[in-house]
C-alpha cells in the first residue's frame, strides 16, 4: 500500500540547517503534487511548500527564501531543504502527496508519520 517514510528531523540551533527527506513507497502508479505541511505545538496544521512533477513549487510566506523543496521523481522522494532556521519553524514537519495506486482510482492524499525539527534559541 501506499506508505510515506520521512527522516532528516532533529535538533538544531538558530541560524541552521536541516534537509528533510520522504520516500514514497514504489506501489504508487501515479505521483501528483508532493508537499510538506507542519503542525506546532498548540497550532493548526499549515503549508509549507509543494511541488508538481514537472518541478512548479509554492512556498508559505514564512518560509520564502529560507527553504527549498524539490523532488526526485524516479525515486518517489520529496526533499525540504531548510536553511536559516528559526525557533518559530519548530514544529512536526509532515510529508504528503497526492497518490494513486492504480490507474483507475482517483488521487488520494497520503500522509508521512511526522518527524519531530526543533530549533534552539
Known amino acids: 500500500q501506499g506508505q510515506l517514510v520521512e527522516s532528516g528531523g532533529g535538533l538544531v540551533q538558530t541560524g541552521g540547517s536541516l534537509r528533510l527527506s520522504c520516500a514514497a513507497s514504489?506501489?504508487?502508479?501515479?505521483?501528483?503534487?508532493m508537499g510538506w505541511y507542519r503542525q506546532a505545538p498548540g497550532k493548526q496544521r499549515e503549508l509549507v511548500a509543494t511541488?508538481?512533477?514537472?518541478?512548479?513549487?509554492d512556498y508559505a510566506d514564512s518560509v520564502k527564501g529560507r527553504f527549498t523543496i524539490s523532488r526526485d521523481n524516479p525515486k518517489n522522494t520529496v526533499y525540504l531543504q531548510m536553511n536559516s532556521l528559526e525557533p518559530e519553524d519548530t514544529a512536526v514537519y509532515y510529508c504528503?502527496?497526492?497518490?494513486?495506486?492504480?490507474?483507475?482510482?482517483?488521487?488520494?492524499?497520503?500522509w508521512g508519520q511526522g518527524t519531530q525539527v526543533t530549533v534552539s534559541s
Open positions: 504528503t502527496l497526492q497518490g494513486k495506486l492504480t490507474p483507475l482510482v482517483p488521487y488520494y492524499d497520503y
Open positions: 511541488i508538481t512533477p514537472g518541478g512548479s513549487t
Open positions: 514504489k506501489s504508487f502508479f501515479s505521483i501528483n503534487v
